[in-house]
Nanobody, 126 residues
Framework: QVQLVESGGGLVQAGGSLRLSCAAS????????MGWFRQAPGKEREFVAA????????YYLDSVKGRFTISKDNAKNTVDLQMNSLKPEDTAVYYC???????????????????WGQGTQVTVSS
């Protein structure tokens, strides 16, 4: 079993920055992918960013390109999401997700991920 724990959420003013972290523990996988999703009240959970653990290919929601950066630490088995130039519309609960094997994965489809964290709240004030 895999457990994912997010941290780093909080309250920030528009234009500010936050850095989210996701720590994975438990069963080890050889070719997995990790991603970030977010869910605002009354809306579906949407894809934000993803990264392949091997090779480091990254994928982003169009509206966060140039503002958010996903990165990984192979030694610590963590994935971070650096969020800059935050906007009120970025306000949501941010979730970390893991897919055991990235082959064939549609990174934007939340139903294709195997494990989820409990989420961390990000609130951006105007």
């Amino acid at each position: 079993q895999v457990q994912l724990v997010e941290s780093g959420g909080g309250l920030v003013q528009a234009g500010g920055s936050l850095r989210l972290s996701c720590a994975a523990s438990g069963r080890t996988f050889s070719s997995y992918a990790m991603g970030w999703f977010r869910q605002a009240p009354g809306k579906e959970r949407e894809f934000v960013a993803a990264i392949r653990w091997s090779g480091g290919s990254t994928y982003y929601l169009d509206s966060v390109k140039g503002r958010f950066t996903i990165s990984k630490d192979n030694a610590k088995n963590t994935v971070d999401l650096q969020m800059n130039s935050l906007k009120p519309e970025d306000t949501a609960v941010y979730y970390c997700a893991l897919r055991k094997n990235y082959y064939g994965l549609d990174y934007r489809d939340r139903r294709q991920y195997d494990y989820w964290g409990q989420g961390t709240q990000v609130t951006v004030s105007s």
